[in-house]
Nanobody, 117 residues
Framework: VQLVESGGGLAQPGGSLRLSCAAS????????MSWARQGPGKEREFVAA????????YYADSVKDRFTISRDNAKNTIYLAMNSLKPEDTALYYC???????????WGKGTLVTVSS
């Protein structure tokens, strides 16, 4: 199982970013997928999840109505569109195989999102 995150960077408060996660090594189209993040001095938390079919989604209260998770089963990729970014969204963002859990043997390197003026 390999999960490779990309798309992070520096954004201003109120700005937007779109993260991508390319997956390989398993049957992606049958797998629920999630995004998690770990901010400075904080524990890792799951912020969004999407079912294998794309019909079900989950969002943590902290990102609801601002973040949107999506997937492209033809490209073995999930996305996280982040709008109205806040400084507290600053974190390393990781994708995970599973519904609000990591079923892969290990986490990827993550992609760093920094929200600052």
């Amino acid at each position: 199982v390999q999960l490779v995150e990309s798309g992070g960077g520096l954004a201003q408060p109120g700005g937007s970013l779109r993260l991508s996660c390319a997956a390989s090594g398993f049957t992606f189209s049958s797998a629920d997928m999630s995004w998690a993040r770990q901010g400075p001095g904080k524990e890792r938390e799951f912020v969004a999840a999407i079912s294998w079919s794309g019909r079900e989604e989950y969002y943590a209260d902290s990102v609801k109505d601002r973040f949107t998770i999506s997937r492209d089963n033809a490209k073995n990729t999930i996305y996280l569109a982040m709008n109205s970014l806040k400084p507290e969204d600053t974190a390393l963002y990781y994708c995970a195989k599973g519904w609000r859990r990591q079923e892969a043997p290990s986490w990827g390197k993550g992609t760093l999102v920094t929200v600052s003026s």
